[in-house]
């Protein structure tokens, strides 16, 4: 099932070459008897702005019979840099526009968030506004990661708590609610990334007209949803591209780098192979004395030789050969989830 944004994206176009995306204009268009017409608010941080509209539209294209109309936008656009301002300017649809029509479902990406207190954040008021138009104005709303919690929050009154440990890497999922219709064709075990300091109390969940659908004993729920479909609510990353870990680990790698993260971050868990896992072990062995070494002639004032100013650690880039034997059968588990609420749409 081949997606139509409209506008068109222009980070879509890689995706063409697989005939996972078509453009407004495509005779093609006219040869699907089922269309589905889906909004899309992207509140993902500068950086991984286009590469979300990537994801979700490898996630949406799963159905060869259906054709997928995509209509995306976004809000608080404020605070983004002035690049992206311009490309929101140009490709993405404006929020009053989107809210003139109704849709077949409607998807609300996860965000950065810059503090604990979900509501202080710019994005808040506009996402809630947006959330409340789409249940109103469409069959059903898709929830992504961050989403999921403000909605937890704001429709429950569920607050998310802070883990021990952050909930980041692959991990196995049992399935709750067999007969749901959203995971028809999953099996216990399913693989799938996460990425939260947050989580919630399973029980709070259950005291609420959500069905828990799958969960990791570590990581927490993975999805949720209504009974009858018209809330859906990921705080796992189904749609996450092969390098979107490796991506956030080369984050925060630097932001050790840059001292603006106090500890070396560990890995992702089961993300990487044993192989690999060496070559990275050896980088930080590496940076560690480099910073330790800078840091510790700042703390006493000991004047750095010039030659040594080389070692001072600098921005590093991850090569992505070292997740070039990854496994990423966690696409395949959510395109079968995307297929099943695309088709409850229809």
């Not at 029509?101 to 950065?112: E, L």
């Not at 968030?113 to 789409?134: C, G, R, Y």
């Not at 800078?294 to 880039?317: C, E, N, V, W």
Request: charged letters at 25%; glycine letters at 6%.
């Amino acid at each position: 099932m081949p997606v139509v944004s409209h506008p068109n994206l222009p980070s879509l176009e890689r995706l063409e070459s697989s005939e996972l995306v078509f453009k407004e204009d495509d005779s093609m268009n006219e040869s699907f008897s089922r269309h589905l017409h889906i909004g899309f608010l992207n509140l993902m941080p500068d950086a991984a702005f286009q590469a979300t509209e990537r994801q979700f539209v490898s996630m949406l294209a799963s159905d060869d019979e259906l054709l997928v109309h995509l209509y995306p936008t976004s809000v608080a656009a404020d605070e983004r840099g002035n690049e992206l301002k311009n490309y929101i300017d140009e490709h993405y649809n404006h929020i009053k526009d989107i809210q003139k029509r109704k849709y077949d479902g409607f998807i609300i990406s996860g965000a950065n968030p810059s503090q604990q207190d979900m509501t202080k954040e710019t994005f808040w008021n506009p996402l809630i506004e947006v959330f409340e138009w789409a249940e109103e104005n469409t069959n059903s709303v898709l929830c992504s990661c961050l989403a999921t919690h403000a909605i937890m929050k704001a429709k429950y009154g569920i607050e998310r708590q802070m883990r021990n440990e952050k909930a980041w890497g692959i991990f196995k999922h049992d399935i709750g609610k067999v007969s749901h219709h959203l995971i028809q064709g999953l099996v216990d075990g399913f693989d799938g990334p996460h990425s939260h300091y947050y989580d919630f109390p399973i029980n709070e969940i259950e005291s609420t007209d959500l069905e828990i659908l799958a969960t990791n004993d570590f990581a927490g729920m993975y999805l949720a949803s209504s009974k009858d479909g018209s809330l859906v609510l990921f705080q796992g990353h189904p749609e996450y591209g092969g390098n979107s870990l490796l991506k956030e680990y080369q984050r925060e790698i630097n932001n050790f780098v840059s001292g603006s993260r106090a500890d070396y971050p560990p890995l992702p868990k089961n993300y990487f192979s044993g192989s690999k896992i060496e070559k990275i072990e050896e980088l930080k062995k590496s940076l560690l004395f480099r910073v330790n070494y800078f840091s510790g002639a700042k703390k006493f004032k000991i004047k750095i030789k010039k030659i040594d100013q080389l070692l001072k650690p600098k921005h590093i880039t991850l090569n992505e050969s070292l997740i070039s034997d990854i496994d990423l059968n966690w696409q395949s588990a959510g395109k079968i989830i995307y297929r099943n609420w695309l088709n409850s749409l229809v």
